[in-house]
């Protein structure tokens, strides 16, 4: 609705599953090491170069292009849910605008949208069989059978989801030594916080989240198990 003439909107949408990225914009759903290509651009934006961008110029077109590249996930069956996603997804939304006060002049912003995996408990999770269930009302539920007999895919999801704890929790000690930081009045433009460079998604995010608004949304299931 903001949008004004000479605007100029780019998205990307990309997965970290483990050590690698997966490009959810691209045909094919291309992989690279999540090492590969992460650096900040000229204008000191956290990227990762390879990734493909498409420009988004209404709404409409902004959900289209989510949509088709959300169906490019990585996701596998658990007991927890016969759709989890085995990692984490960055959309990120890439605004340039001419500056008013002088045409020669642009002046760029970034959204960084992360929908972060959900903790398991990854020594108990199993790669599960499922079965449709048409019910009275005409609808299909998805009904746990129970671990699926290859092994092999259940040691993959453990895997995963080590890596996947791993990650959440140093992104953990970030916001808490950020807050810390805060605390003491030590939280200052160009400040930097050590640490934090293990995995993926903190690697990724710090110097975004030391210059930016961040807003955490969590998702808790209410009953007494979880």
């Known amino acids: 609705q903001d949008k004004g003439d000479g605007w100029k909107i780019s998205m990307k949408y990309f997965q970290n599953v483990v050590d690698i990225v997966r490009d959810l914009m691209s045909p094919t759903c291309e992989e690279r090491s999540y090492k590969d290509g992460m650096k900040k651009d000229d204008d000191g934006f956290m990227d990762i170069n390879w990734c493909k961008s498409a420009p988004v110029n209404t709404w409409e077109e902004l959900t289209q292009t989510f949509l088709k590249a959300n169906a490019k996930k990585a996701i596998a069956p658990t007991q927890f849910n016969h759709q989890s996603t085995r990692g984490h997804c960055i959309m990120v939304l890439d605004v340039v605008m001419p500056d008013p006060e002088d045409t020669s002049m642009k002046k760029r912003g970034r959204i960084y949208v992360c929908d972060l995996a959900g903790t398991e408990p990854a020594g108990d999770i ?3 069989q499922y079965e449709n269930k048409k019910m009275p009302d005409g609808t299909i539920e998805k009904h746990l059978i129970g671990p699926h007999r290859d092994t092999s895919r259940t040691k993959e999801l453990q895997d995963q989801g080590k890596k996947i704890n791993l990650s959440l929790s140093e992104m953990a000690q970030f916001f808490m030594k950020m807050a810390d930081s805060f605390k003491k009045k ?5 400040v930097s916080i050590p640490g934090c460079n293990s995995y993926f998604l ?15 949304f969590c998702a808790i299931r ?3 198990t979880y």
Do not use: I, R
């Open 222 to 224: 209410p009953e007494v």
């Open 126 to 128: 199993f790669y599960a």
């Open 202 to 216: 903190c690697k990724f995010l710090k110097d975004t989240l030391l210059q930016s608004k961040t807003y955490l």
């Open 186 to 190: 030590k939280l200052k433009p160009g």
